[in-house]
């Protein structure tokens, strides 16, 4: 898959993990401007026109002033497509998974593999966003889950941890981590974001 002429945009108000986190999507072929807030991004967007035939928005969900979520809502205000994958701290899961709800191509938690964000990148620029649900298809999925499968699943999505879920529900962390390999396989997902998007209804 050819990323030479791939245009991403990197916001993020932490430095060291700009900076870093542009030398590996550079490293992958990938042009990238980085931004320390929204706004920025957004004057430099309403002033240039895109020179590539391909674009991407890498986001922080939580950033001081604008967060990503309100950029992404501006830019759709702006009538400004860019597919969006969020980077965040597992504490802000539940803003991710939010931000997926509203059309968001990904989220990925920090800390990460460089491949793992050049990967969601590359996906979301040659691959179309799930357009239509398929609810019918995801609850067929979903029904072959056990009650307490269920259960581990709905406080995964919701970004508890083990010791968390084991706590709520009143079982052991090694339970909780049987009970979560089993829902993970039934329902072939391999991560978070994966289990999001069928919760989600796109199958």
């Known amino acids: 898959m050819n990323s030479g002429n791939v245009q991403v945009f990197l916001v993020d108000d932490n430095e060291p993990f700009r900076r870093s986190t542009a030398w590996l999507l550079e490293a992958a072929d990938l042009d990238v401007r980085d931004f320390p807030s929204g706004p920025g991004l957004l004057d430099t967007i309403a002033q240039e026109s895109p020179t590539t035939t391909a674009s991407c928005l ?38 991710a998974v939010e931000a997926m709800r509203r059309g968001a191509s990904n989220f990925i938690e920090k800390p990460f ?67 979560r390999a089993n829902m993970m396989s039934k329902l072939g997902a391999r991560n978070v974001p994966q289990l999001v998007r069928l919760v989600l209804g796109y199958a």
């Open 58 to 95: 890498i986001s922080d969900v939580r950033m001081p002033g604008m967060s990503g979520l309100e950029l992404m809502e501006e830019l759709r205000r702006r009538e400004v497509r860019l597919p969006i994958v969020f980077v965040t701290a597992h504490g802000d899961v539940p803003l």
């Open 113 to 179: 593999e460089g491949e793992t964000l050049v990967h969601a990148v590359r996906i979301a620029v040659h691959e179309p966003p799930p357009a239509s649900r398929n609810p019918s298809q995801c609850e067929e999925k979903l029904s072959r889950l056990t009650p307490r499968e269920r259960q581990v699943m709905d406080l995964v999505v919701t970004g508890k941890l083990n010791k968390t879920i084991a706590d709520a529900l009143d079982i052991s962390i090694k339970t909780v981590e049987l009970h």
